[in-house]
């Protein structure tokens, strides 16, 4: 039995873990480091040691500040990838148009099926600038036209039963403008004959309205071919009238 008096709780001994508070006399011999983790990461097959400040954050539970989104492979593409731009691709459009019969083994409908933006924009403000000679104004007026007329096109080409898309029809006028294109110089030289001068102009004019003619009418028009090739002969001597002036 237990003597008679007060009652004391049993007394508290601290844990490896705890925190005790000691009197200022006593603290005098008391002594000791804190040691911190060693902490390592591996990064790219190496491993770094964290720091303090680092290893502070982590334990609080601040870690994803520390966080280093990776690489996205999006955002590395090259300009020309990003801007859709296929200089390949456009090369051989390029050698359809200017090459079109089917004698020379080109995969013509590439240029129809396969329908870019920048190729056919390309061709267009060349055009534009061989144009420049003497009348700055035409540049808009070329570009207005090939938007337009590509336009009219495509309704007529719909209207008569043709399977076409606009961005397709935009594609195949620019393109066949490479042949007012090349017979521009030749215009230059012969100029004052004016009997060459006209011949070469309607050679070029026919050789343009065939590319684009060969692509855009199919034999779904059938009797109705001439409705639309009609057209697109008009158009080209516009443009080639747009250029000379006349």
């Given amino acids: 039995m237990q003597p008679p008096g007060p009652q004391h709780p049993p007394l508290y001994v601290p844990g490896n873990g705890d925190f005790t508070f000691v009197s200022s006399a006593d603290a005098e011999d008391l002594s000791g480091s804190i040691t911190t983790p060693d902490v390592k990461l591996n990064v790219g097959g190496e491993f770094i040691k964290e720091s303090t400040a680092t290893t502070f954050l982590r334990q609080r539970g601040y870690g994803w500040l520390l966080e280093v989104e990776d690489d996205d492979p999006e955002d590395n593409k090259p300009l020309l990838e990003e801007l859709d731009i296929d200089l390949k691709d456009i090369y051989y459009k390029i050698r359809c148009v200017l ?10 409908q590439v240029v129809r099926d396969n329908p870019d933006f920048w190729g056919p924009l390309a061709v267009v ?33 719909r209207v008569l039963g043709g399977e076409v898309a ?22 230059l030289v012969v100029g004052s004959f004016e009997v060459v001068s006209t011949l070469i102009k309607l050679f070029g004019v026919f050789w343009a309205a065939y590319s684009a003619a060969s692509l855009l009418v199919g034999e779904e028009f059938k009797t109705k071919k001439p409705l ?6 008009l158009l080209y001597i516009y443009f080639l009238s747009l250029y000379t002036g006349v």
């Fill in 99 to 108: 090459m079109p019969m089917p004698s020379l083994g080109f995969n013509r």
């Fill in 125 to 157: 403000l060349f055009f534009s600038m061989i144009s420049l000679y003497g009348q700055f104004k035409v540049v808009s007026w070329i570009i207005t036209i090939w938007i337009f007329g590509s336009l009219t096109i495509f309704l007529l080409a």
């Fill in 166 to 187: 606009y961005g397709q029809v935009l594609g195949v006028i620019g393109y066949s403008l490479l042949p007012l294109i090349v017979i521009a110089p030749v215009l």
């Fill in 228 to 233: 639309l090739i009609y057209p697109i002969f």
